[in-house]
C-alpha cells in the first residue's frame, strides 16, 4: 500500500497546522445530526475525529500517511475514546477496509492537494461509503488579508507538487467548481472564520 509522506506528517502537524483547522471544524460538526455515524478522510492526526467522538456515535479515521495514525493511535491510548478508530488505508480503496455505510463522510484541508482526477474519485467513494458528504477546505479566491496571504505562502511552502495540485483546485472554482464537475449538488454551505474557507454538505 502507498504511504503518504510529507515533511510535516506527525507531530508537526498535529501541534502546528491541525489547531488552525477548529473553526472549520467547528462548522462541519453543526451540518450533523446527534447519534450519527461519521468517516473521516484525510484525518491526518486525529483532531476532527476526537472532537466529533465526543459529540457523535461513532467515528473512523483514515489516512495514508503511516505517521499520521501513529500519532493518532498514540493520542487515542491517552483518550481511551472507545468510539473511535484509524485506519491506514488510500482513501480509493476504502471499500476494501469499511463493511458498514456511514452517515456522513468528511474531508478537510486535502481535496485541493489531490490531483484533479483524484478528486472526482475521492468524491465518487465518498458518496458510495456515506449518505451525505461534507467538506472543509479554502474559500475560493481567498481574501487578500494575512490569513489569506499566509495560506498562500503554507501552499507553496508545501512542496511543489502540492502547489501545482492547489493551483488546478482555484483555476477549477474550489468546492463549488468540484462539486458541479462531479455531478452532485451543495445542499449547505458555509463560508468560515476570516473568509478563507468554505464548507459545504453535498450529496
Known amino acids: 500500500m502507498k504511504d503518504k509522506f510529507h515533511w510535516y506528517d506527525g507531530w508537526i502537524y498535529d501541534r ?15 451540518m450533523m445530526n446527534e447519534d450519527s455515524t461519521i468517516v473521516d478522510i484525510g484525518c491526518g492526526t486525529g483532531r476532527f475525529v476526537f472532537q466529533a467522538g465526543k459529540k457523535f456515535k461513532s ?5 495514508l500517511s503511516s505517521r499520521n495514525i501513529k500519532v493518532a493511535n498514540q493520542i487515542l491510548q491517552k483518550t481511551k475514546q472507545k468510539n473511535i478508530s484509524f485506519i491506514h488505508a488510500d482513501a480509493e480503496d476504502l471499500k476494501n ?23 472526482i474519485k475521492i468524491l465518487n467513494t465518498m ?5 451525505e458528504i461534507i467538506i472543509g477546505d479554502y ?13 498562500r505562502l503554507a501552499e507553496f511552502f508545501a512542496g511543489r507538487d502540492h ?3 492547489y493551483k488546478t483546485f482555484v483555476k477549477h ?7 458541479e464537475e462531479a455531478g452532485m449538488t451543495i445542499l449547505r454551505q458555509k463560508t468560515g472564520a476570516y473568509g478563507t474557507s468554505l464548507i459545504v454538505k453535498i450529496k
Open 173 to 179: 472554482g474550489g468546492l463549488p467548481g468540484l462539486v
Open 139 to 151: 474559500l475560493v479566491p481567498q481574501p487578500v488579508n494575512k490569513r489569506g496571504i499566509s495560506n
Open 59 to 63: 467515528v473512523v479515521g483514515v489516512d
Open 127 to 131: 458518496r458510495e461509503i456515506s449518505n
Open 97 to 119: 477496509h469499511l463493511n458498514e455505510k456511514f452517515d456522513y463522510s468528511t474531508i478537510s484541508y486535502v481535496i485541493h492537494e489531490m490531483p484533479i482526477d483524484i478528486r
Open 16 to 30: 502546528y497546522i491541525a489547531p488552525n483547522q477548529d473553526q472549520t471544524f467547528r462548522i462541519m460538526q453543526a
Open 163 to 165: 502547489f501545482k495540485n
